[in-house]
């Protein structure tokens, strides 16, 4: 798996999904602290809910050779995303529209970059649920792997992204670029499933960065079919590490 960043400028505050952009030059990743407290799904309750039964309607996935699972409603379709590895687990999951609504990334080399183009500002964690998957403590301020929903504000209105994650989005509660990946274990030194790769305030559009025009938007996005849908799949993964 190869993961890179993509250089940003100013989004819009619309309620829409946006397109990639370019990459830009690698560089490491700061360390960062735990995330600022939440309202939070447990992860008894999470292990619970993707431990149970199938919805309805709902269908699932499993890698070749069985490494990676997870579930989803039966509408939506999962894709090889283009320049899978042969060695390793890289698809697109789509909604009965054709959206993309995740990105699954899980096995070979990794490679994370990216650069600040602005002063970080506040963000918000505005829904989490810990998950059990495997994931490496040593990773300078880990905090146990998690879905995540995190917004901050940008150009008026407010980005948001949701995915797993095992580091925080950055110092103080401020961050320039949030990254939606785990550092797993040799496995997979990195991995993702989520909407979104990135997202930074100030940076072009990309695939999967929802933009609203306030916080308040954002949180009743939470309240839609769609977040609850993604939510469920994304929490539901599984791997054989």
């Known amino acids: 798996m190869c993961i890179r960043d993509s250089p940003n400028s100013p989004g819009a505050a619309s309620a829409t999904v946006a397109t990639a952009a370019p990459p830009t030059p690698p560089v490491a990743l700061p360390p960062l602290p735990a995330e600022p407290a939440a ?10 809910a993707s431990a149970g039964p199938l919805p309805a309607g709902w269908a699932t996935y499993r890698s070749s050779g069985g490494k990676v699972s997870f579930d989803h ?9 283009a320049g899978a590895a042969p060695d390793a687990v890289n698809i697109e999951v789509k ?22 183009f602005t002063e970080p500002v506040p963000y918000t964690v505005l829904d989490f649920a810990e998950v059990d998957l495997p994931y490496n403590p040593q990773v300078p301020d880990s905090v146990t792997p998690r879905f995540a929903f995190r917004a901050m504000e940008d150009a008026g209105g407010v980005i948001a992204t949701y995915g797993l994650t ?19 274990t ?3 030194p990195i991995y993702m499933f989520a909407g979104a790769l990135q997202m930074g305030p100030g940076n072009s559009p990309q695939q999967g960065v929802l933009q609203f025009a306030n916080l308040d938007a954002a949180r009743a996005y939470m309240k839609t079919p769609a977040y609850a849908d ?3 799949m994304i929490t539901s993964l599984r791997i054989s590490d």
């Open 73 to 81: 409603p039966g509408t939506w379709t999962v894709v090889p995303a």
């Open 166 to 184: 095992s580091t925080a989005g950055g110092p103080d509660g401020k961050a320039c670029t949030i990254y939606n990946l785990v550092n797993g």
């Open 230 to 232: 993604a939510k469920r």
């Open 95 to 116: 909604d009965h529209a054709g959206k993309i609504v995740a990105i699954l990334t899980y096995g070979g080399s990794g490679a994370v970059g990216g650069a600040c």
């Open 39 to 48: 309202p939070a799904t447990s992860a008894a309750a999470a292990a619970s």
């Open 186 to 188: 040799s496995a997979s």
